[in-house]
Nanobody
Framework: QVQLVESGGGLVQAGGSLRLSCVAS????????MGWFRQAPGKEREFVAA????????YYAASVKGRFTISRDSAENTAYLQMNSLKPEDTAVYYC????????????????WGQGTQVTVSS
């Protein structure tokens, strides 16, 4: 079992920045993938970014590439999502998730989820 706890959400004006954190506890092996997803009201949960814990390869949705950066601190078992140049359309609940399949893929391949943290970007 893996427990994930997100923090760092809040209200920010367009153009501003936020950094989300996701602390993992429990079964923590080097071979997992940590992903960030978001879900806006009335919309499906969508992929934002992911990182392979071993090696640190990163992946981004086209809508956030160049603005968001995913990183991890292996010693702290923590993943981060640095969000810059935020736009109102980035408003959503942000979730971190983990899987041991090695897949970056859609939400269904992730086995463990955090509770989510709200990000609101005002125009």
């Amino acid at each position: 079992q893996v427990q994930l706890v997100e923090s760092g959400g809040g209200l920010v004006q367009a153009g501003g920045s936020l950094r989300l954190s996701c602390v993992a506890s429990g079964r923590t092996l080097s071979s997992y993938v940590m992903g960030w997803f978001r879900q806006a009201p009335g919309k499906e949960r969508e992929f934002v970014a992911a990182i392979r814990w071993s090696g640190g390869s990163t992946y981004y949705a086209a809508s956030v590439k160049g603005r968001f950066t995913i990183s991890r601190d292996s010693a702290e078992n923590t993943a981060y999502l640095q969000m810059n140049s935020l736009k109102p359309e980035d408003t959503a609940v942000y979730y971190c998730a983990a899987n041991f399949r090695g897949s970056i893929g859609p939400p269904r391949v992730y086995d463990y989820w955090g509770q989510g943290t709200q990000v609101t970007v005002s125009s």
